[in-house]
């Protein structure tokens, strides 16, 4: 069965560094997104993405943070200068828009960021 | 704002049935979902509803929408102790394709 994949699973990263998270989407999805969740907090919506641009962002998803698609299958998160409240599980995930479900949306395991 | 209400913990014992509720506020709510994430895990899609339904049954998922409370509602037949987890309520606007996430249901099923 198709999946999202998300690389690295665990990541600690120092204060102020930048740091790239990493996602395959399903391979025939037209949207993708990144939400987070910090420790023992809702799931967060961070962005979309559709057509190799931004469709929508949330208050979170300031100058800090930016998205790619650097080719035709990754999806990357780039947080510039991290903070320590930038800790939370990141989780990418991708829809197909075509479906019976406009935003049935998929989600892959998530990559734990800890910032130090 | 959008907000998505949930119940935070939820204990059965195991053969019985689980009612984890959820409530929401935005009215042009277009798809609602469940979520099932277990421990150190990603998010599962369970089953989702949409919003000219009032049930939705997939075998031991019963999912009910009472669109004029604004209340959804997931039953799970059967409880075993593998549906221990925590199940996350989820709605998107008509316009939108973002989901707005409730706090979660700690689900604990006891032997």
């Known amino acids: 069965e198709p999946e999202v994949t998300q690389t690295p699973s665990h990541q600690v990263t120092q204060m102020g560094q930048e740091v790239i998270l990493h996602c395959v989407p399903i391979?025939?999805?037209?949207?993708f997104y990144w939400y987070r969740q910090i420790l023992g907090q809702k799931v967060e919506f961070l962005v979309s993405f559709y057509n190799n641009e931004i469709s929508e962002k949330s208050e979170i998803f300031d100058d800090q943070f930016s998205v790619e698609r650097p080719d035709g299958s990754n999806f990357t998160l780039k947080i510039r200068s991290t903070k320590l409240e930038d800790s939370a599980m990141y989780f990418c995930?991708?829809?197909?828009?075509?479906?019976?479900?406009?935003?049935?949306?998929?989600f892959g395991q998530g990559t734990r960021l800890t910032v130090v | 704002g959008e907000d998505v209400e949930q119940s935070l913990f939820l204990s059965v014992r195991e053969g019985d049935s689980s009612v984890i509720n959820c409530t929401y506020t935005?009215?042009?709510?277009?798809?609602l979902y469940w979520y099932k994430q277990e421990p150190g895990a990603g998010l599962q899609l369970l089953t989702y509803i949409f919003s000219n339904m009032d049930m939705k049954q997939d075998q031991r998922l019963t999912v009910l929408l009472n669109k004029k409370d604004k209340h959804l509602s997931l039953r799970i037949a059967d409880t075993q102790t593998g549906d221990s987890a925590i199940y996350f309520c989820?709605?998107?606007?008509?316009?939108?394709?973002?989901?707005?996430f409730g706090s979660g249901t700690r689900l604990l099923v006891r032997p």
């Open positions: 935005d009215s042009s709510s277009t798809y």
């Open positions: 391979s025939n999805h037209l949207y």
């Open positions: 989820a709605e998107n606007g008509d316009s939108s394709y973002k989901l707005i």
């Open positions: 995930a991708s829809s197909d828009p075509t479906g019976s479900s406009r935003t049935e949306a998929f």
